[in-house]
């Protein structure tokens, strides 16, 4: 037996084996994804070459690649690798990150000191090659020093501290600028204001491409403007039909509000890839703006089968429940979302608009605060945030906000809506006007093609109404109420907004019919019920009782149906259109609140990054505050 051993021996320093072959073979099952293939044998590899680093390298690759992560990271600390070789300290410090071992891995990334806060990878404690030529690999000083970098941003992003996170994601990518992982981190999460995107892009080195690396950074980074053509033609035709591209583009027609043209294109562009995950926040964002239930529907199902661990399918199944008016399991499937991808800025704001439909602000500014936290470069998180504290009386903080959002989005006609909104409240009406005036000119550019703008800017246009009333421009004042009666036929508080005006205007006769329209569609409007006694009140002092009535006896009658209707001894009069002078509503007018018992309520939709779901509760006066204001407007 003894015999046989020695000869087997023997036999076996006599192989002469080629070692690169059975690397190459681990490379090959790598390709072929059959990683315990390629685990088995780099294990091998690594005892017949005495435990060579590349070898070493390539073993612990393949535990990577198995999940193995602990065992993977434990096999390059134990051979002193993580401190001698930037590839090895990498991959050690990715297979902590994957197995939550943050300080740990925030310790080898910093060369053994977690609280090195610096950005520059730490120098090893032997020289490496440049290019780190490992067997089977050939990776760039540039390529590995951002990738550190990227890694490094993750563990603090992970850790919650956003700003490091931020600041190393800029040098990784200063480092490389074709790293795309550190760009996406910053534009994915919105981390950088519109000045900072702008700076980054700046400050990017300058190479041989520059032209095109520039072209499609700032095409993925401007959300609110077209990017300037700066390819040669052909390079730009070329590009014109890549999907990201044609995302960027679907986003800055959502910021626009042309919500019909880019739901268009980004259902053309889930035709060619069904789960493309930059698109489908925008899609989602737009089906609940324009309401789409059922196609809402079958896509959040088709999503939570394929992929239950994505946040955006349990974002798309609560934007539908939202959809539908259910706001409990609206945030149930969103605080889903949000556990499953807590910087997922779009599933907060939404989260945060199931609490608004219910008039639940504090809740609904707790999770726009935390949108804002998340999206620093999306203007949606301030305009919501300013309308919850519009909603609460707190004008002068909902200034601020909107003046934040329109530093952002300078030509959101929501955000200069609300602006205009703010500046009635404080009496300002001559600015009020131009802002009312300046958003409404940008609707109709979004609707230019279509000459009728969406039902949801009724309020822009009432409130243009109210506007010009207080300004005493009555005309002008009853054509934009009747352009929003257009938009919402039959609306009872647009019908008591016209009825209004036409009273002002000394129309009594028009004003009765379209009170009595007002309380045709709504019986309880105690503001069409007291103008409605007020008009009939004046047709009668204009027609004798009877025939041969003096006046005092008139006067004794109208003053008894005044007391009956709530007014006051003192004789009202309207402002008829022989020039009559009425008390200006800037003069002592009593500024009555801008937000009555009822709001009426428009929609809400949801941002993409989201994208960021454009706002949908513009806030309009109404009758209760007309009510507030009429004695100041028509007392002589």
């Not at 681990?26 to 070459?49: C, E, G, M, P, Q």
């Not at 550190?182 to 491409?209: C, I």
Request: proline share 4%.
């Amino acid at each position: 037996m003894a015999g046989e051993n020695f000869v087997f021996e023997e036999e076996t320093k006599n192989i002469d084996i080629n070692i690169d072959e059975y690397r190459k073979l681990v490379r090959t099952y790598i390709d072929l994804h059959l990683y315990n293939s390629a685990l088995f044998w780099a294990d091998k590899v690594v005892s017949l070459s005495g435990g060579e680093p590349s070898d070493i390298y390539w073993l612990a690759h393949c535990m990577f690649l198995m999940k193995q992560y602990h065992r993977a990271s434990l096999l390059i600390k134990n051979k002193g690798l993580d401190k001698t070789n930037k590839l090895c300290q990498y991959l050690a410090a990715r297979c902590l990150l994957e197995a939550k071992e943050l300080s740990e891995a925030l310790a080898i990334v910093s060369g053994g000191d977690p609280n090195n806060t610096s950005f520059s990878a730490p120098i090893m404690s032997s020289p490496v090659d440049e290019s780190f030529n490992m067997e089977g690999t050939s990776i760039l000083s540039c390529n590995l020093q951002s990738a550190l970098l990227y890694l490094k941003g993750q563990i603090y992003e992970a850790l919650d501290n956003r700003g490091l996170a931020c600041d190393c994601y800029k040098q990784a990518l200063h480092e490389d600028v074709h790293c795309y992982n550190a760009f996406e981190a910053l534009v994915k999460h919105q981390m950088l204001s519109a000045s900072e995107e702008k700076e980054l892009l700046e400050s990017l080195p300058r190479g041989e491409d520059d032209k095109l690396v520039s072209y499609i950074y700032e095409s993925l980074l401007n959300k609110y403007q077209d990017v300037p053509l700066a390819l040669p033609a052909s390079l730009h035709q070329s590009l014109e039909d890549n999907l990201d591209m044609t995302v960027a583009k679907a986003e800055r027609l959502f910021y626009a509000c042309s919500y019909r043209e880019c739901f268009r294109i980004t259902e053309e562009v889930l035709k060619k890839d069904p789960y493309h995950t930059s698109c489908l926040p925008i899609h989602i964002s737009c089906l609940v703006e324009l309401k789409m239930t059922n196609k809402l529907f079958y896509l959040a199902h088709d999503l939570v089968d394929l992929q239950p661990e994505s946040a955006v399918s349990w974002f798309a199944v609560g934007c539908y429940y939202y959809l539908i008016g259910k706001s409990d399991p609206a945030r149930r499937y969103l605080g889903k979302a949000t556990s499953l991808d807590r910087l997922f800025g779009p599933a907060w704001l939404a989260y945060g608009h199931s609490f608004a439909s219910e008039n639940e602000h504090d809740q609904a500014m707790a999770a726009y605060f935390k949108a804002s936290q998340l999206m620093k470069g999306c203007h949606l998180p301030l305009l919501y945030i300013g309308l919850e504290c519009g909603l609460t009386n707190n004008i002068d903080l909902a200034e601020k906000f909107f003046s934040q959002a329109q530093n952002i989005a300078p030509d959101d006609p929501f955000v200069i809506h609300e602006r205009g909104v703010v500046a009635f409240q404080n009496r300002r009406y001559n600015e009020a006007e131009k802002l009312f005036e300046s958003a409404l000119a940008k609707v109709r550019v979004i609707y230019e093609s279509k000459k009728v703008i969406a039902e949801k800017w009724e309020p822009l246009l009432n409130n243009l109404g109210h506007t010009y009333r207080k300004l005493h421009k009555y005309e002008e004042a009853l054509d934009f109420h009747k352009q929003a009666l257009m938009l919402s036929p039959l609306n009872p508080s647009t019908l008591s907004c016209i009825g209004f005006v036409q009273a002002l205007l000394g129309w009594n006769v028009e004003a009765v019919e379209t009170f009595h329209k007002a309380l045709g569609q709504r019986r309880d409007n105690s503001f069409s019920t007291t103008m409605l006694n007020y008009v009939m009140e004046q047709l009668m002092e204009e027609t004798p009782p009877f025939a041969g009535a003096d006046s005092s006896s008139q006067e004794q009658l109208v003053g008894d149906l005044l007391n009956t209707v709530g007014g006051t001894s003192k004789s009202f009069k309207l402002k008829t259109l022989d020039g009559q002078s009425s008390s200006g509503a800037g003069a002592g007018g009593s500024g009555g609140a801008w937000m009555g018992e009822e709001t009426p309520e428009a929609s809400r939709s949801v941002p993409a990054t989201f994208v960021s779901p454009s706002p949908g509760q513009s806030r309009s006066i109404d009758e209760v505050e007309m009510q507030d204001s009429f004695q100041d407007e028509n007392t002589s």
